[in-house]
């Protein structure tokens, strides 16, 4: 059976048909194709993870978008692949927390005229299955992805479909109604899709800097000041580009 940690790994060193390479940075790598560019950072166990409470971070340098996913351990039990949200409560408590934080904060500073996104809140659940092998070493992990806000929908509601006879919640592949296989997400992502948009992804991305510098305090409110204008982003924009 394949720790958490290993799964995280695995799919960090991957994505789609893109071409990936190693970076100065411990635990980021650089994907591109067709001129796009992709950064994947795994920061399990990391002040990111502490900050953002996230595992794996996609920074999509060419369509501005952030994408945080927090993954969690699917185990065989009972002809389905299952993961107990009441064995794992304190570590989720803490986690969605932090998650809630940073999509209250997206939707604080999402301005009408960002960059349109079907989904903008850039927190993820992807729920793995813990196999020991996968089919193509080329292939994300096998498991399950869902958007923040549904997973917490799921968790909390009353008659939530994945309540058992006797009370417990179970997240499974036959108690879950819906979700995004590795596919869908993957494009999504690619194309920009989901994720922050505007000054919420410059939000994002100073907190996972000030994070690598050693920071573990959420620099969110320090960081919401005046928006500044969208011709004043594209201002920064280029001259991010001009300096790479």
């Given at each position: 059976m394949a720790l958490e940690d290993d799964l995280i790994a695995h799919d960090a060193r991957r994505f789609r048909d893109w071409l990936g390479q190693d970076t100065s940075h411990h635990g980021w790598r650089v994907y591109t194709k067709n001129g796009q560019r992709l950064l994947i950072g795994n920061v399990n166990r990391k002040p990111a993870?502490?900050?953002?409470?996230?595992d794996l971070i996609y920074l999509n340098e060419s369509r501005q978008s952030t994408v945080l996913v927090q993954y969690k351990k699917l185990i065989k039990k009972d002809g389905d692949w299952s993961y107990y949200p009441e064995r794992d409560r304190d570590n989720l408590e803490k986690e969605l927390a932090r998650m809630r934080?940073?999509?209250a904060m997206c939707e604080k500073v999402t301005d009408e005229n960002d960059a349109y996104r079907l989904h903008s809140d850039p927190c993820w659940f992807k729920l793995c299955r813990a196999e020991?092998?996968?089919?193509?070493?080329?292939?994300?992990?096998?498991?399950?992805?869902?958007?923040?806000a549904y997973f917490d929908q799921l968790l909390n509601a009353p008659h939530s479909p994945l309540r058992g006879s006797r009370g417990g919640l179970r997240f499974g592949y036959q108690t879950v109604p819906r979700y995004l296989d590795n596919t869908t997400f993957s494009g999504l992502v690619q194309d920009g899709w989901i994720g922050s948009t505007g000054r919420?992804?410059?939000?994002?991305?100073?907190?996972?800097?000030?994070?690598?510098?050693?920071?573990?305090e959420i620099?969110?409110?320090?960081?919401?000041g005046e928006n500044p204008t969208r011709a004043q982003r594209a201002r920064r924009q280029?001259?991010?580009?001009k300096h790479r």
């Open positions: 993870e502490a900050t953002l409470g996230v934080d940073v999509a020991s092998t996968i089919p193509r070493t080329d292939e994300l992990v096998q498991g399950m992805y869902l958007p923040r919420a992804t410059e939000i994002v991305q100073a907190q996972i800097r000030a994070s690598h510098a050693g920071s573990r620099v969110f409110a320090a960081l919401l280029r001259t991010r580009v």
